[in-house]
């Protein structure tokens, strides 16, 4: 199979991470008017098409380590029970993330569900199979929270500032509409806590599923990083079954309830978008899974320099699809100071192993 011999090899590997999980959302974007439960559908099943396409020719190639069919013969039963498990929970976890940035806005959702899942994942995968220098690890991910945060902030002052930044007669009907729709001050509370439980609860569990695939990939009868990356994916499809169901009938974004008659009207570019982000997806968490079985780099590293990620999907916002057009000028000083913090953390995450 395919495992880099060397650490600029597993680097390469994480950086490929970081930026497919920050441009996997792009395919989002792509498709206006696409619930999201319907969306996932095509998301999950590129998941799982990839994972498998990848194990059977990156993971079944080359001289080093065990083929895929070999090593799925000698991987653990519990082992590759972790990593479905570990699909499940991520599913759960991505699902909630999504509910809360739709209810609490993207100000609250990712410096609290991301920045939780950031700092819970690296310190659980470091307990678990320690690599690297601490030090500088956990400075660089104490440095990539401050920039999710300041990113977070950014997005807020965008949404405040932004009537103030438009044409006079744009502005007074946006006060307009905004006088008209405004939520009274008992439902906009009901909403920020219900968006902050939703936001707390994602981050605890996008915490959580990285540590159970660094367990299966731990021990006598270890799973290697290509059986982890396909048991994973059939876990988060299996669960998608219920849970995604469930959102469909049940939505907790405030939503209207949907069906699968809807699914099949939509357009098939947003079906082929679909597929597309969930299989970008799992390129970038099949090579971070590689570079974390390499002894050098750890779980820890790859999970802190894939959630560089954020930084990706911010400069895709704000150089491609313009989303900070007219934001006020302390918004784009966040934004400068989101990018420069991005790159100290990780580039001291990505020393760690050297030192």
């Known amino acids: 199979m395919f495992e880099p011999q060397s650490y600029a090899g597993a680097l390469a590997c994480m950086v490929v991470t970081m930026l497919c999980w920050g441009s996997w959302a792009n395919a989002r974007k792509l498709t206006p008017g696409f619930r999201f439960p319907l969306f996932y559908w095509d998301y999950v099943s590129g998941l799982l098409t990839a994972t498998v396409l ?7 190639l080359g001289s080093h380590g065990r ?14 029970a972790l990593a479905a498990a570990s699909g499940a929970v991520f599913n759960v976890a991505n699902l909630l993330l999504v509910a809360a940035i739709e209810v609490a806005g993207l100000a609250v959702a990712f410096p609290v569900g991301i920045g939780l ?16 220098n601490a030090a500088w690890l956990f400075t660089g991910v104490g440095l990539v929270v401050a ?3 300041c990113d977070a902030a950014a997005y807020a002052m965008r949404e405040r500032g ?7 007669a744009a502005r007074q009907a946006a006060r307009k509409t905004a006088k008209q729709t405004r939520i009274p001050a008992r439902t ?4 920020a806590k219900r968006g902050l439980g939703l936001s707390v609860t994602a981050g605890l569990l996008m915490g959580t599923f990285y540590p159970l695939v660094a367990r299966a990939m731990q021990g006598e009868h270890a799973a290697g990083p290509y059986s982890a990356a396909i048991f994973f994916a059939m876990g ?50 099949t090579l971070n899974f590689v570079a974390a079985a390499a002894g050098r780099v750890g779980p820890a590293v790859s999970y802190a320099m894939g959630q560089g990620a954020t930084m990706v999907t911010a400069a895709w916002g704000v150089f491609v699809w313009r989303e900070f057009r007219g ?21 001291l995450v990505a020393l760690a192993p050297l030192h």
């Open 147 to 149: 920039a999710i945060v």
């Open 162 to 168: 932004g009537v103030e930044h438009t044409q006079p």
């Open 54 to 60: 990848l194990g059977l020719t990156l993971g079944s």
């Open 188 to 191: 906009r509370a009901g909403q």
């Open 327 to 347: 934001a006020p000028p302390a918004a784009r000083w966040l934004l400068a100071a989101m990018f420069v913090l991005f790159v100290a953390g990780l580039t």
């Open 67 to 80: 083929a895929l069919t070999a090593d799925l013969a000698q991987a653990g039963a519990g082992q590759l």
């Open 117 to 132: 899942a950031l700092v819970v994942g690296a310190v659980s995968s470091y307990g678990i199979a320690p690599a690297g």
């Open 236 to 285: 988060a499809a299996l669960c998608a079954l219920p849970a995604n169901g469930m959102l469909m009938r049940w939505p907790i974004d405030g939503g209207k309830p949907t069906t699968m008659r809807a699914y099949g009207d939509a357009p098939m570019r947003w079906h082929i978008w679909g597929a597309a982000g969930g299989a970008m997806w799992a390129v970038g968490a």
